[in-house]
């Protein structure tokens, strides 16, 4: 359910952004394949009608109680917000609720989320699609209780009662295991102690993890790795890791360290260069990493630091944020009429659909 190993984020708690029809063309032109969005938007999924593009949608964390107490509801769901959309809109994956465990104090969302991803499953099922549609759960890096030298990650203990069931049915359905790994936030921790030549790909004397004789020259890969080592000591050692977010904020505030449209630049430029060679990590040389870019556009009305509102490759008007290489764009500080894809194709958010009575209203949430 991944074309190659590259694919972005498609956040939208934002009120500049284009139409869902010119994001379509945008992705297009920079040759972008993957996408995953927050919600099921149906907006969105009509306009990549079409398109090819693989998209993973999400079911937010709002349902995940009710949906795991009612097998209906999710068959219901899927039959408004997905198989409408089938075959013309490529959705290869449903990411069942972001970031549950590790973080937050409600235990009853935690003990929802594995029957949740079930009954999603099993609706699927019934309805012939989970050859076409994979069911998965990204988490952060809050799940782990230690992730440092790479070879000692291991899930927190609290995590374990709900993680093992919920790594014990993804085994037996063929998921992978999702993670939002960011060397940014764990550079932004800890400027101090860690050399940032090391999270954002530049070369640097690296470090190396005693137990496994391994040696690492980036953050990135030491996080992936931390998660095959975690997986490793609850016995699913042959799982696929994907990392489902991973980026660098272009602005941030003054407590936030590292967070400049040159460090965003270099981190991206350098993970896309690194993606595009289909290689693995040094625990998992031969399983090519793949990761969506954590986003596609700056969101101007999320919460939070500063920092959660610039993580954005690309400007509202379609121009990029910074040169990141992608084929047929050029950066925004150049005349407007260089730009491959500008004005004509960028406009003003549409209007509000018309209200329409809905079993689920789909949330913007990222």
């Excluded at 949740?116 to 759960?137: G, M």
């Excluded at 070879?151 to 992978?176: H, I, T």
């Excluded at 936030?185 to 391994?214: Q, V």
């Amino acid at each position: 359910a991944f074309t190659g190993t590259y694919g972005v984020n498609y956040g939208r708690i934002a009120d500049n952004l284009p139409v869902p029809g010119s994001v379509a063309k945008l992705l297009a032109a920079a040759k972008i394949k993957n996408i995953r969005i927050y919600d099921a938007d149906h907006g969105v999924l009509s306009a990549f009608h079409g398109s090819g593009v693989e998209i993973v949608v999400g079911l937010g964390n709002e349902y995940l109680k009710d949906i795991a107490a009612n097998e209906n509801l999710a068959m219901d769901w899927i039959k408004e917000n997905i198989e409408p959309f089938l075959p013309g809109t490529n959705i290869v994956g449903i990411a069942v609720g972001n970031e549950i465990l590790g973080s937050g104090t409600d235990q009853d969302l935690w003990e929802a989320l594995v029957g949740a991803v079930r009954n999603v499953y099993d609706a699927l099922h019934r309805l012939h699609l989970t050859d076409r549609i994979e069911v998965s759960s990204p988490h952060s890096e809050a799940v782990f209780g230690s992730s440092f030298p790479p070879s000692a990650g291991a899930f927190k203990e609290e995590v374990l009662p709900y993680m093992r069931p919920l790594l014990q049915f993804f085994w037996e359905v063929g998921s992978p295991f999702y993670i939002n790994a960011y060397p940014f936030l764990a550079y932004k921790s800890d400027p101090d102690h860690i050399d940032i030549r090391y999270a954002l790909f530049e070369k640097n004397p690296g470090i190396y993890d005693p137990k496994t004789k391994l040696h690492y020259d980036n953050m990135f890969d030491a996080q992936i790795d931390a998660a095959y080592a975690a997986l490793e000591k609850v016995g699913f050692d042959k799982m696929e890791v994907i990392v489902s977010e991973t980026g660098w904020a272009s602005k941030g505030d003054p407590n936030e360290a590292g967070a400049t449209v040159q460090n965003a630049r270099t981190y991206n430029h350098n993970l896309r260069k690194r993606l595009l060679k289909k290689k693995g990590t040094p625990y998992r040389p031969k399983m090519a990493v793949k990761a969506y870019i954590f986003a596609l556009f700056n969101e101007n009305l999320k919460p939070g630091p500063t920092s959660e509102r610039n993580f954005g490759l690309f400007k509202p008007d379609g121009s990029i944020a910074y040169d990141i290489g992608f084929n047929g764009l050029v950066p925004s500080s150049a005349p407007s009429s260089k730009f491959s894809l500008k004005v004509t194709l960028f406009t003003a958010q549409l209007p509000p659909a018309p209200p329409k009575k809905r079993l689920f209203d789909t949330l913007h949430l990222a």
